[in-house]
């Protein structure tokens, strides 16, 4: 493993879920307000919990700008299956965030939204913390294998892989939007610390692959061996191929 990635174990979802709310939350009380990076996905949830414990016993979370690395498109905010909806319930309310941001899936010209969700990032000030997951064809945000990595946040579609992955979330695969918009590998490099979360034997492959093998975009999280500080909370499960 490269020295720019620490890497933790844990048993379980449950213990990897605490051990990256304690990471998060320690990053958030050294520097309450600054800006930090939040992602969606089935994996995160259980650290999401915890950090509504942590605020519970005292933490303070509300000073803090926060943004999201993508939203489908199009769709509604207040559709159940929105990236909107998701943090509303899981993390904006139960933390007290105000700050927020996230892609508009809404917007009109989804090119234009890209832009001006590039310009707020560009102007977010000290960003403190990018927490990430991995797609099963290693894809950070919605930043999906491809021939070259796109710096800038774009208006993607998603790749079968990636419909069929998501399907599992809605009533009927063919709801599963085709389009999303997601920020840059730029602004993901950009973060001053990256927590990458990643539980299931699932992943084991994909999370070996992008922390082991060649540096490349059809392996997109495989760029964060470039980052100069990841931290990865896997389970036992994902770890076993590391
Ligand atoms: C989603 C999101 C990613 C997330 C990934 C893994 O589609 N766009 O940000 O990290 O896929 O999701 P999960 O944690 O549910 O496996």
């Known amino acids: 493993m490269l020295r720019n990635i620490k890497l933790h174990v844990e048993a379980d979802y449950a213990a990897m879920s605490k051990k990256g709310a ?8 050294a520097k309450p307000s600054a ?42 905010a207040d559709d159940p299956q929105s990236y909107y909806f998701y943090m509303k319930q899981r993390v904006f309310d139960p933390l ?3 700050k927020t941001n996230l892609p508009n899936g809404e917007a009109p010209d989804p090119e234009a939204e890209c832009e001006a969700y590039e310009n707020k990032l560009a102007n977010a000030g000290e960003f403190v913390m990018q927490i990430l997951g991995i797609g099963n064809n290693g894809h950070i945000g919605f930043n999906e294998p491809a021939d070259r990595f796109v710096c800038r946040a774009n208006y993607v579609p998603l790749a079968p892989s990636t419909i069929e ?17 997601t920020v840059g590998i730029h602004s993901i490099m950009m973060a001053k610390r990256i927590l990458l ?9 994909i999370l070996a692959a992008s922390l082991q093998g060649d540096i490349t975009p059809s392996v997109p999280a495989s760029i964060l061996q470039l980052h100069p500080c990841v931290t990865v909370v896997a389970d036992k499960a994902a770890a076993a191929k590391l």
């Open 22 to 29: 304690e990471i998060f939350a320690e990053a958030v009380r």
């Open 35 to 76: 800006a930090y990076g939040f992602a969606t996905g089935s994996t995160p949830e259980g650290m999401y919990a915890e950090l509504a414990k942590l605020r519970a016993a005292g933490t303070d979370f509300s000073q803090m700008t926060t943004f999201n690395l993508d939203e489908y498109y199009p769709i509604k």
């Open 96 to 98: 007290g965030l105000t």
């Open 165 to 181: 992955a998501n399907a599992r979330l809605f009533d009927n695969p063919s709801q599963v939007p085709r389009h999303a918009l």
């Open 197 to 205: 979360l990643v539980s299931g034997a699932g992943k084991a492959d």
